[in-house]
């Protein structure tokens, strides 16, 4: 079974710093393309940024300059950096992998974060 594990939520004042992971497990193929998504309370789900496996990235412009993507060599893991952190950044954030087959895409638990002004 696949499974995507996020870690590295939490609280953090307005211009603090966060560091999300997530790992890719039960899988023995590299994934083309993971990134993050987030849902904020009262809204939709949205792209926060992506990372292709030649490490190409596309980031929402709500987080540019702000957001950095990365992921390992094994092409399973991805992590997103996040500074200068502002109230309007709180949700609850999902790591995304892309199924490069005819399944489901994978799809992290979500991992809360909340930034206080």
């Known amino acids: 079974q696949v499974q995507l594990v996020e870690s590295g939520g939490g609280s953090v004042q307005a211009e603090g710093s966060l560091r999300l992971s997530c790992a890719a497990s039960?899988?023995?193929?590299?994934?083309?393309?993971m990134g993050w998504y987030r849902q904020a309370p009262g809204k939709q789900r949205e792209l926060v940024a992506t990372i292709t496996s030649g490490r190409a990235t596309n980031y929402a412009d709500s987080v540019k300059g702000r957001f950095t993507i990365s992921r390992g060599n094994g092409k399973n893991t991805v992590d997103l950096q996040m500074n200068s952190l502002k109230p309007e950044d709180t949700s609850v954030y999902y790591c995304?992998?892309?199924?490069?087959?005819?399944?489901?895409?994978?799809w992290g638990k979500g991992t809360l974060v909340t930034v206080s002004s």
């Open positions: 039960g899988i023995g193929f590299s994934i083309s393309a």
């Open positions: 995304y992998g892309q199924n490069p087959g005819y399944g489901s895409d994978y």
